[in-house]
């Protein structure tokens, strides 16, 4: 199986500061990542597919970058409303494997 | 819209069996692949099993290996997983979620139903 290691494993932040959050594959997996947002008590939503494409309906300010088995993902400017926990997921091969997450909160 | 509805989810004994349904709308189901993904409390996402859209092939963790079935049934738009010989690490709320597209730019769970709680006691 695919081993994916995501860090932070949380964070600190001031609302308008860029956030980065890294992910890193066992094995070269291409482009086949996707970032996933999860917020208490809900399903997560993904925010980012193919390392880089945005999601529709996703805002501008989360990117993503990377690939074969280097990632990460970038908001550009921290909102409160961006509080939640965020992991990176593979689907180059199965089982599909989940980094550990990062909880992102607001200083 | 795209809908996914999970059920079956309660407290069950150790080394019982349990069984978790999705009903799914607003699709045609059989083009997609199907998972089921768990979370344990407090703590991250596991991918648990997996199957392509037309049955013929699932995957599994290792840890659940022997002991859970995925399945589907094309003609009524659901699929489900078969729990036996549950054990306490098994406990968490189970989602089940649909591929995000039907090609290989997709195969990643796009669409998740609110997830069911999965409770096994000793």
């Known amino acids: 199986d695919i081993q994916m290691a995501q860090s932070p494993s949380s964070l600190s932040a001031s609302v308008g500061d860029r956030v980065t959050i890294t992910c890193r594959a066992s094995q070269d997996i291409n482009n086949y990542l996707v970032w996933f947002q999860q917020k208490p008590g809900k399903a997560p939503k993904s925010l980012i597919y193919g390392a880089s494409t945005l999601q529709s309906g996703v805002p501008s300010k989360f990117s993503g970058s990377g690939s074969e088995t280097h990632f990460t993902l970038t908001i550009s400017s921290l909102q409160p409303e961006d509080i939640a926990t965020y992991y990176c997921q593979q689907y180059k091969s199965y089982p599909l494997t989940f980094g550990g997450g990062t909880k992102v909160e607001i200083k | 819209q795209v809908r996914l509805v999970e059920s079956g989810g309660r407290v069950v004994q150790f080394g019982r069996s349990l069984r978790l349904s999705c009903a799914t709308s607003?699709?045609?189901?059989?083009?997609?692949?199907v998972h089921w993904v768990r979370q344990a409390p407090g703590k991250g996402l596991e991918g648990v099993a997996s199957?392509?859209?037309?049955?013929?092939?699932?995957f599994y963790i290792d840890s659940v290996k022997g002991r859970f079935i995925i399945s589907r049934d094309n003609s009524k738009n659901t699929f489900s997983l078969q729990m036996n010989s549950l054990r306490a690490e098994d406990t968490g709320i189970y989602y089940c979620a649909r591929d995000q597209s039907d090609d290989n730019t997709g195969y990643f769970p796009g669409f998740w139903g609110q997830g069911t709680l999965v409770t096994v006691s000793s």
């Open positions: 607003g699709f045609t189901f059989k083009n997609y692949g």
């Open positions: 199957i392509w859209h037309d049955g013929s092939t699932n």
